[in-house]
């Protein structure tokens, strides 16, 4: 029998054909599964403290620049150092806090909603003379658009809205002739969590509200539309821009939005994942983009973990539809582009030859090619080029409810082989009922040979090393009826 793998539906039906119950680091591919990459030191000193955000920016001469906000220092990365580029009073952010970082012609801007907006385009971060205090920052079409703002002549606002003047982030004095101007979004209620560009727009998030801003010039500048439905997000993080859509994780479900509506992506995962998130720190989601290989990853903190650390991550695949699970510790993720790497830098990144856990195709081994990094929870830079280490699956039921079968063998349709992989498979006469755990078998000369007679048969797979798996052929024979 030929099954393939059409996706990881814990919520789906356990008997459905080529259904994935469960797994572990692993995410969809365009051809199939694959063990999810580790992440590898990008052989940079450890952070001093806990990050609360990151990113790497991009000036217009393509010189690019690296940061990390921490709760009372900015740091830009030089060489294999961080360089402290604070403005001189200490920052105030709250230990729950996020730096939120975008890039304005040659000014960085940063944001940490208890200080003044920071500007640097070389050297160390300054206040913006008369910019407010903001949660949410973006920016496109020549203004930086903030939301949820405070420390201005508005006061404390966190339904408002505001915009530099057009093409001149030092300026934040309302007025026509700029068009720097301000807005409150008041027909739903709470504060805007993210604020988030969408091709020539701005789009606000809140809880349970979505906005979208259209340019339409002096004296109103930008016209705000509420888009119908109860449907938002927690905050800017759980909002991934890809181009030409946002994928965000709404109250309860999973979401794309293009502009017009919201389209729900979670079926099949949506009960699983608010069940596995720990709702109480869902503010503390993290979404971020992986262009090369269409994926979007979503790293949360889950039910295990009592504190809010995020422990856990959800991959989906946007162009099958399709998600994966894994297991990251991180603090913010970001992009990261590797300088050169030669003979005398490469024990930076590894203690040996036999140490190297990158493919030699990996664009970690491109200087200038930005990879997918994060920073962990013990403040280390890593790149998610590494190599999978350890991965898992476990498949729906295969059987019948009016005849017995005999399964011999299992041959696995791997694109990538692994270094090693066994099969544990568990069966059971009454669909339904608790199921039996049977043998461990080994993989040899690409196929698993063991020998169990039942109504009902399961699968689980324990792969090491890399490797991407597309489905299954399951030699399996009738009994009889009984």
């Known amino acids: 029998m030929k099954s393939v793998f059409t996706g990881f539906w814990p919520d789906g039906d356990d008997y459905a054909d080529g259904i994935i119950t469960d797994c572990t680091n692993l995410v969809p591919t365009v051809r199939g599964y694959a063990g999810a990459p580790s992440g590898v030191s990008a052989g940079v000193a450890t952070l001093s403290n806990s990050c609360l955000g990151a990113a790497l920016v991009t000036k217009l001469d393509t010189t690019q620049r690296l940061f990390a906000g921490t709760q009372t220092a900015v740091y830009e990365l030089s060489g294999a150092s961080w360089v402290d580029r604070s403005r001189t009073a200490l ?23 208890a200080d003044t907006l920071q500007s640097s385009s070389s050297g160390a971060f300054a206040d913006i003379s008369g910019a407010p205090k903001a949660t949410c920052i973006d920016a496109a079409e020549g203004f930086v658009m903030v939301g949820n703002t405070s420390g201005d002549s508005h006061g404390t606002a966190p339904d408002r809205w505001k915009c530099c003047a057009f093409q001149d982030v030092t300026d934040w004095v309302e007025s026509t002739a700029t068009q720097c101007t301000t807005g409150r979004l008041v027909e739903s209620p709470g504060p805007i969590l993210a604020t ?47 181009g030409p859509q946002h994928i965000f994780v709404g109250p309860d479900d999973l979401y794309t939005f293009d502009g017009t509506r919201p389209v729900s992506i979670g079926e099949g995962i949506r009960e699983w994942f608010f069940r596995d ?22 790293f949360y903190p889950s039910t295990a973990s009592a504190a809010g650390v995020i422990d856990s991550t959800i991959a989906y695949n946007y162009r099958t539809n399709k998600w994966g699970h894994a297991s990251y510790g991180i603090e913010a993720s970001l992009e990261y ?41 013990s403040h280390v830079l890593k790149t998610l080029t590494g190599d999978s280490a350890t991965s898992s699956l476990t498949t729906g039921l295969l059987g019948d409810d009016e005849a017995f079968s005999t399964v011999s063998r299992v041959r696995p349709k791997f694109l990538t082989a692994p270094t090693s992989a066994t099969l544990t498979n568990s069966y059971t006469n009454t669909a339904g009922s608790a199921e039996t755990i049977d043998q461990t078998s080994t993989l040899t000369t690409g196929k698993i040979d063991f020998m169990r007679s039942s109504r009902w048969h399961r699968f689980d797979y324990d792969f090491v090393g890399p490797v991407e798996i597309v489905g299954h052929d399951v030699i399996v024979a009738k009994d009889g009826t009984e």
């Not at 920052?91 to 909603?113: I, K």
């Not at 998130?277 to 979503?298: E, M, Q, S």
């Open 277 to 298: 998130l720990n709702k109480t720190y869902r503010g503390n989601i993290i979404g971020t983009h992986d262009p090369l290989n269409t994926l979007v990853y979503f």
């Open 196 to 242: 988030r560009r969408l091709g020539a727009n701005f789009v606000h998030y809140k809880a349970k509200a979505i906005f979208m801003g259209t340019y339409v010039g002096p004296p109103a500048v930008w016209q705000f539309t509420m888009i119908p439905g109860d449907i938002g997000t927690s905050s800017q993080e759980s909002v991934v821009n890809i």
């Open 91 to 113: 920052y105030a952010t709250a230990a729950s806090g996020r730096w939120r970082f975008v890039q304005f012609g040659d000014s960085t801007v940063a944001t940490n909603a």
């Open 337 to 377: 582009s590797t300088g050169a790497i030669t003979y005398a830098t490469l024990s930076n990144y590894f203690a040996s030859y036999a140490a190297i856990s990158v493919s030699y195709d990996s664009p970690f081994w491109s200087a200038g090619s930005p990879v997918l990094a994060y920073i962990d929870t």
